[in-house]
């Protein structure tokens, strides 16, 4: 149990530092520059208690306490996901515990930067790749896991088109994640991101709202809760 307290704690701050760069990045600064955090609204430099992760939330009961500008729920909420996800996964094993640390941190950097700005840095997808030491495709040879690659592209490439709706990030996520995972997990994934995506869609009718986020919990959740 104190172990799990620690690793969640250890995830957490992580998580808080993730987002931190995400936003960051998309301003074209350095993680370490500025040196202070600041209210996106005034600009007021943060103190140390509104930087805790959830609780600078809840003391400040949301708003911003220079400004009373609305703080996004998006952040404190991602942070109660890291640390449900870190206690439900955390095992003996520093190796599987390290894997799926850097997995949540990747899917967390490639969720703030697409709710804050609608992109994603494909790089970042890199992170997902470590999933494969741990959850292996059924034996493929590499021309047939191309051709369902292709497949599974020209398929969302179509549909983008059509739909005007499906981001080029969103078709690159998915054909990482069948990568690693193959069709039938991409599928049950993305089954599971769009339910999830359509509440806030539906709140914010005349808004776009950003995919990769359920896509993401959607990735953690079938990990979760629907493996074989």
Known sequence: MFFTFINCAILTTLASFVTLCGQRQLNNQLPWSPKHSVCDNCHHPLSWWQLIPILGFIIQRGHCHWCDAKISPFFPLSELTIILVTAWTFTSSWYHNLIFAI?????????????????????ALIGLLPLLLVLPRQSLSIGKVTVELVIIGLFLLGLQHITKGLGTGDIEFILVTDLIGGWELTAQIVLIGCLLTLIPALIKRNSKVPLIPGLALGFILRLLFCSD
């Open 103 to 123: 997995v949540i941190l990747t899917l967390l950097y490639l969720s703030t930067t697409d709710f804050v700005s609608q992109v994603i840095y494909p790089i």
